[in-house]
């Protein structure tokens, strides 16, 4: 898996993904008693993907964990996964956990007994045993950094990596922006005028950390400077809207 043949295509499985929206959510809303609350930065997430939650002690959610009736969920929280990068529909997934909140001194600890992830491709149903044993992806809470300083600073790298992307793809493009990256490939957000779509570009091996996701990106810039130029990319219209202040997001 050394080499450049980008043999490697392999994306994060479904409970691996939903760790990851986890361990990068800064905020989480959650439903109990017919009450909805917003938390922001209230919340921590431990190695078996249980999520320590901080609220008041006179909070409708600290009774509700008290009072629920045996072998009901005592509440449902929500999780979303925004693009750091401004781009049209910015929200890439959701996560739903349903499960128990049991009172203890300090944190809400709340146990998932029901795991559902919703991306683009559609709903899927994670096994809670799965989930627990699942670890997020190394570069999950770094994401939004990379992607931020990629589409901020390498404008022009960007633009190089379409290069392997299949030109029917950028037919009628006006913009591309990094959508996500994960250990295993990055994602590009392909804006037409009225329309869009993803294209992932998969890294060669999967990067770990840091350094192995550098490597593999300039794995896949060398790929892309090899390549022909895509005709299809309208630069022009990529001019006109950074000309016209013009947001495709």
């Known amino acids: 898996m050394g080499d450049d043949s980008q043999s490697w295509t392999a994306a994060p499985g479904a409970a691996e993904r939903a760790r990851s929206v986890l361990a990068a959510a800064w905020s989480c809303a959650v439903t109990a008693e017919g009450t909805r609350e917003e938390f922001v ?4 997430v431990t190695d078996d993907g249980r999520v320590l939650l901080e609220v008041p002690e006179d909070s409708v959610l600290r009774a509700a964990a008290i009072c629920a009736p045996r072998g009901e969920p005592s509440a449902v929280l929500e999780f979303a996964d925004v693009a750091p990068v401004p781009v049209r ?4 997934a959701r996560l739903w956990l349903a499960g128990w909140f049991s009172d203890r001194d300090g944190p809400l600890a709340f146990r998932p007994t029901r795991v559902v992830l919703r991306q683009q491709s559609g709903a899927v149903l994670v096994d809670p045993g799965e989930f627990a044993t699942a670890a997020p992806d190394p570069l999950a809470t770094a994401e939004a950094r990379l992607l931020t300083h990629l589409a901020d600073c390498h404008a022009d790298a960007v ?7 299949d030109t029917s793809s950028l037919h009628g493009a006006v913009r591309v922006q990094p959508l996500a990256v994960d250990r295993h490939g990055l994602t590009l957000r392909i804006e037409r005028v009225r329309a869009g779509g993803d294209v992932r570009l998969p890294f060669h091996a999967p990067a770990d950390d840091l350094a192995q996701l550098t490597e593999r990106m300039h794995v896949l810039l060398a790929q892309a400077a090899a390549a022909s130029c895509p005709r299809a990319l309208q630069r022009r219209g990529m001019d006109d809207d950074v000309a016209g202040g013009r947001p495709a997001a």
Request: aromatic fraction near 0%; proline fraction near 0%; charge should be positive.
């Open 41 to 44: 930065g209230a919340h921590t």
């Open 89 to 92: 529909d910015r929200i890439r």
């Open 159 to 165: 633009e190089r990596l379409t290069r392997l992307v």
